[in-house]
């Protein structure tokens, strides 16, 4: 296929919108950056690195940043820094997004559009038939999306902050609760979609929703949804939400790498993400399932991050002091990082492979306020043959009817406390591994207690543990550091005298009180959801018998954390957590359709035959390096 008149930048040749065909007869919108010198391009053949994204192959991604540098790079600017280094850079709108043809379905399609894409790009002259994909969130997604079909060319993969290993639990559903991040995004992204940037009375429409107000009367119905004017959108959020059971929709190869690991053998994969991030769990999901079948070839690198902000020092309302920055200390920038893995993989660089997992840890800060008001939690870099730590100690820490956590068991019998779950009345959100979420979530760390800021927050705006429907268990106050390191697993024995409900778990480190904070701070660190009626089986759901005791577990995100001495381990346990996930009406009507709501009275049991319990992954001191 011939290439569109270039553009020359220097050591840069540019042909855009070259329109590649996919096995369907649409064309996807693709730039071709290649090496130039006085505006011809040079001759022979060079190593391509490729990225697929939905957000304007021309546009800027505020993660391509430094620490150095925050103003971020235009995607020219990316691939101008490749391209100097010798490599051809492709990039495209993913379809039905931008200059692309064809109609937009979120994640699916990738698979095939992407074989083409590469099937094609490796008939290039400019190809010498090595090809690295790149790529952070839904870029992320488009690269895990290739493998199940083994396309052409396929060398190396970067995957920044997604990538899903199953989308199913976690990314779109967690625990069987659907992540509203997704409606959210939806509502966004529906106002650049071709649909309203050609209609300026769709776009208009769009507009004027007020996605606050569209939260409040959830759940919502098809065709009376803040996206009902780009049907689109709106059906393929639905398509997401109705889908409650695990069946054939989340084996699809975009939401299910975990289906086709082996077919990555012998491919080098280089993962990242942050703690703060809703992909934590898929990319270690990734690392451990890659790793099975191809263990020399994977590298993981997990910061104190929201999603993409590995060049900024803090999350939320916590900073974790200036080396939890990415550069200077994996590598001189994110920029640089990507080189040398592609320089190694691509070009056969000598330089020695990069360590298996590199980790923050965080905590060890001073406990007080910065300059800029956020909490100095602190935290160090290190690094592991291995993930989960080969010398994690998976410890059981029990709840206590008194409200104590503690490594021995209750030894009472017939102890257990209860709520009521309104879901008219839900949990807010406080920070967590949160994306897209703006503006009625923000991911981080923040102290446990709400304002007037806080959506769905009301006066008296007091501790999250001050809620009634809020059971708070904590140890006593430590003796000596404890580090935590590794996935994380809440096992409770519940009953409820409805047929479904949620339970939550938040795993927090409460500081003591210092002159900043006389109420001290409660920080979360991780959470987690599990909708009852997923409890043994995700295929197959099972509805609760009011009053009988079932036992469930709920996974929060993995996590990385050394409890000081002087403080306190606690753990949250509540059945919701809105608007991060949509709030179970406690009916047992289908997912997505509920139009009905009662109040749950839950139960929390713990006693010797019934030990409620957080199994925290404790490393022993002296051990990390």
């Known amino acids: 296929m011939s290439l569109t008149p270039p553009t020359s930048r220097g050591e840069v040749l540019i042909h855009s919108d070259v329109m590649v065909r996919m096995r369907d007869g649409v064309h996807l919108a693709t730039d071709i950056h290649v090496p130039a010198r006085d505006g011809i391009s040079l001759p022979g053949s060079f190593p391509v690195v490729l990225e697929r994204t939905p957000y304007d192959k021309t546009g800027i991604r505020v993660s391509e940043r430094s620490a150095l540098d925050p103003k971020p790079k235009t995607r020219q600017e990316i691939a101008a820094y490749f391209v100097k280094q010798g490599f051809v850079v492709v990039l495209q709108d993913c379809r039905g997004r931008y200059r692309s043809e064809g109609d937009f379905t979120k994640y699916i399609g990738d698979t095939e559009d992407g074989f083409d894409t590469l099937q094609w790009v490796v008939q290039q002259d400019w190809c010498n038939g090595k090809i690295g994909t790149f790529g952070i969130s839904y870029s992320a997604h488009t690269q895990t999306a290739l493998i199940s079909l083994q396309p052409p060319g396929l060398t190396s993969l970067f995957i920044d902050c997604g990538g899903f290993a199953n989308a199913y639990r976690g990314g779109i559903r967690h625990g069987g609760a659907f992540e509203l991040k997704q409606a959210t995004w939806a509502f966004k992204n529906a106002q650049v979609s071709p649909a309203a940037l050609d209609d300026p009375l769709i776009l208009a429409a769009l507009k004027a929703q007020n996605i606050e107000d569209w939260f409040k009367v959830m759940p919502w119905k098809r065709g009376h949804s803040p996206m009902q004017c780009v049907p689109e959108y709106e059906d393929y959020l639905f398509e997401q939400w109705e889908h409650g059971n695990f069946d054939d929709y989340w084996r699809q190869p975009e939401l299910y790498a975990a289906g086709h690991y082996e077919k990555l053998r012998g491919i080098p994969v280089f993962l990242m993400c942050g703690w703060w991030d809703p992909y934590a769990q898929t990319t270690t999901d990734n690392y451990t399932g890659i790793s099975r079948h191809s263990a020399d070839t994977v590298s993981m690198v997990l910061g104190p991050w929201i999603h ?31 080189l040398q893995w592609f320089e190694r993989t691509l070009k056969s660089d000598p330089a020695p492979p990069p360590p298996r997992v590199r980790y923050f840890r965080m905590g060890g800060g001073c406990g007080r306020r910065n300059a800029q008001g956020r909490l100095e939690h602190g935290g160090s870099w290190h690094s592991a043959p291995d993930w989960p730590l080969p010398n994690m100690v998976l410890t059981p820490y029990h709840l206590h009817p008194d409200g104590s956590l503690k490594t021995s068991l209750a030894q009472e019998v017939d102890t257990s406390r209860s709520y009521q779950f309104d879901p008219a009345h839900p949990v807010p959100t406080i920070g967590g591994s949160v994306t897209s979420g703006e503006p009625l979530m923000f991911a981080g760390a923040f102290d446990q207690r709400t304002n007037a800021q806080l959506f769905g927050a ?44 949620d339970f939550t778990a938040k795993l927090i480190d409460v500081h003591p009180p210092t002159v900043d904070d006389p109420s001290g701070f409660a920080m979360n660190l991780t959470d987690g959801i599990l909708r009852c009626r997923y409890r043994n089986s995700w295929e197959h759901p099972q509805w ?3 009053g009988e005791v079932a036992c469930i577990e709920i996974e929060p995100m993995p996590t990385s954390n050394v409890f000081l001495k002087g403080h306190r381990i606690r ?36 006693r010797p035959d019934r030990p409620s319990q957080i199994v925290l992954p404790i490393i022993p001191a002296q051990t990390t390096t």
């Open 308 to 338: 993409g902000q590995r060049s900024v020092s803090h999350a939320g309302d916590v900073d974790f002091g200036p080396n939890a920055v990415l550069d200077g200390a994996i590598a001189p920038d994110y920029l640089a990082l990507r």
């Open 458 to 501: 009301h006066a008296p705006f007091l501790p999250l543990a001050a809620r009634a429907d809020v059971l708070v268990f904590q140890t006593e106050v430590l003796t000596q550091d404890v580090e935590v390191t590794g996935p994380i697993v809440v096992r409770l024995w519940i009953s409820s005298d409805a047929p479904d409900t």
């Open 544 to 546: 609760l018998i009011p």
């Open 571 to 606: 753990l949250d346990i509540s059945s919701s957590n809105f608007p991060r996930f949509d709030v179970n009406p406690n009916t047992g009507e289908p997912e997505g359709r509920a139009q009905r709501q009662q109040v749950a009275l839950n139960t929390v049991w713990m």
